[in-house]
Each structure stands twice: as C-alpha cells, then as structure tokens.
C-alpha cells in the first residue's frame, strides 16, 4: 500500500485502520515506520494499547546514544498523549532503563518513594498532594500508576504554590532569559494562555513564574540524573521547548553537555498530512486531531 494513500487512511478512520493493519499482519509497528519523520506519526495506532506499545518501543530504540533526560511535551486535553506517556512508562521500566518519572503536574518536594509498588491510588494521590481540578485524575492515573507498579519513583517538578508571590518580586529571573527574541516570544505565549486579557504590566511577572517553574523541572531533572539510566518528564509542550524551556535551564545550570543528555519530543495533536516539525524539539509524535474547545469563552463573558 502506498504510503500517502495509508496516511490519508489514518486521517479519515483513525486507529482503525491501524488496528485492522496490526490483526491482518503485524503491520502497526511497520507502518509506524513507512510514514514520514521516521515513525514519528502514531494516528493509526495509538488506540490500540499493543500496538501503541511497540510503536513507542521503536521510538525509544531509535533514541540517540547518551539521552538521560527525556521530555514528552503534551496537549494537555489530549488524551492520546497521556496514553503516550504512559506506554514510554512502560517500556522503558520493563527494560529496568527509568531512573524516575518526573511530572509538572506535581509540586517539588512531593514523591511516591516512601510507598510499595502495591500501593493504591489514594495512597499515591495522597503522597504526590494531587490536585484533580487541575489535572484530572482519570487522564493521567494511568501514567503515574505505570510507575509505581513498576517500583519506579514518581516525583512532583513543578513551582510550589506557595512561591510564587516570592518569584513574582524577584527581578534576578529576568536575567534566566536574556534572548530579547525568545523573551517576547514567551511573552507572546503567555498572553495567548491568559486569552489575551492579561494587562502588558504583568506579562514580565508572569515571565519569572514560568522561568521559575522551567527551572524547578530542570532541577528535579538534575537530582534525578542515574548513570545508564534515563529521567521521563511530562509536561506541557510550552515547558519542553529547548529554547526556552526546560531544556533552556538544564543548559543554564549544567552547560552545553545537557543539550546531548536531553531529548525533548512534541507531542502534537492534528489532522494535518503534512505537519511541519517545530526546531524548537528534537523530535514530533502526531497524535489524532481532539475537537477544540474555546477555554476563553467564559473569560471573554466575565471581561
């Protein structure tokens, strides 16, 4: 089968096409590597969890040599991504290669080391302080659960809460993101996340906040660092950018060596045919397209 005509398959069925490809032949994981970008598009088989694994297994095996740390940026409202993430989990815990599963949607400070790889889902929402409003935890229990069944320590990234208003006042952040270009791009960034209603005056306090949060990650990547093995971090794609993200301060702190130790994947969500790969990451794995849902509407009524 040509390979256009496959791609155009997978985006009008789905994992459909994917799923009757795997039965009528093992032809998921090989599909995965005809279609472009070496195998980085998962839209016909993510939704079939053997499948999606050994696709994710293939693309682990073609990592680069010395990667230590490796960063899955997600949408976070799609699903297809946290079932991703989930299956990276897995593989890389069954080849005994996850130093430890580093999450943004958990403080710094937080962890799961002090439970068994028995332990039941309130013991773990409990040691990690979850907080489901934000992060829902039926998308991304699987995820966390994949760890700890595997004896893999979770461990919380983010900012804690309670620093923020500290970040806010200190102006030594500003000089974390000294690139003019990259600072107004990650302010444009920030405006568009606060659906064009933040006022000018906040955007470089708000700047520090995100630096600062990069940061706690980058840090939590460092102190989880193992020889031989590698640190798994989830977070939003805006955190996984290696101009300025995280990657940006495991360079800051530790150097130009980080850059080779640290691979950094976009996990994307489109129908497109032809995505273009963003150089802001090492790597694009396409997921289905989710419908989009206007976060701003209820903002926009109350502005």
């Given amino acids: 089968m040509e390979v256009d005509s496959v791609r155009r398959l997978c985006l009008r069925w789905g994992s459909a096409v994917g799923a009757a490809l795997a039965t009528a032949g093992g032809w998921g994981p090989a599909l995965a590597r005809l279609l472009p ?18 696709w994710v297994r293939t693309r682990l095996a073609a990592l680069p040599d010395g990667v230590e740390w490796l960063l899955l940026g997600e949408q976070h409202d799609a699903d297809a991504h946290q079932w991703l993430q989930a299956a990276a989990v897995q593989a890389l815990a069954t080849q005994g290669r996850l130093a430890a599963l580093v999450l943004e949607m958990a403080e710094r400070g937080r962890d799961t080391e002090a439970l068994t790889s028995d332990a039941d889902e309130a013991a773990v929402r409990a040691a990690l302080a979850w907080h489901d409003a934000g992060w829902p935890w039926q998308r991304y229990g699987p995820v966390v659960m994949a760890a700890v069944r595997a004896g893999v320590p979770v461990v919380g990234g983010n900012l804690p809460r309670h620093r923020h208003s500290e970040v806010m006042r ?129 903002l926009r009524r109350r502005s």
């Avoid at 970008?37 to 050994?54: E, F, I, M, Q």
């Avoid at 980080?258 to 045919?273: F, G």
């Fill in 37 to 54: 970008g070496g195998g980085a598009d998962a839209r016909c088989c993510v939704a079939d969890p053997s499948v999606r694994l050994d």
């Fill in 170 to 298: 200190d102006a030594a952040w500003d000089d974390t993101l000294t690139d003019n270009e990259q600072r107004a791009a990650l302010h444009r960034a920030l405006q568009e996340g606060h659906c064009g209603l933040l006022p000018a005056a906040q955007l470089p306090i708000m700047a520090r906040i995100q630096l600062a949060r990069d940061d706690a990650m980058a840090t939590t990547l460092l102190d989880r660092r193992a020889a031989g093995r590698m640190v798994l971090l989830v977070t939003g794609v805006q955190h996984a950018r290696r101009d300025r993200g995280v990657p940006h301060h495991l360079m800051r702190r530790v150097g130009v060596g980080a850059a080779r130790a640290c691979y950094s994947v976009e996990l994307r969500a489109t129908d497109a045919i032809e995505p273009a790969q963003d150089p802001a990451y090492d790597a694009l794995w396409l997921t289905p397209a989710v419908p989009l849902v206007d976060y701003c509407a209820e």
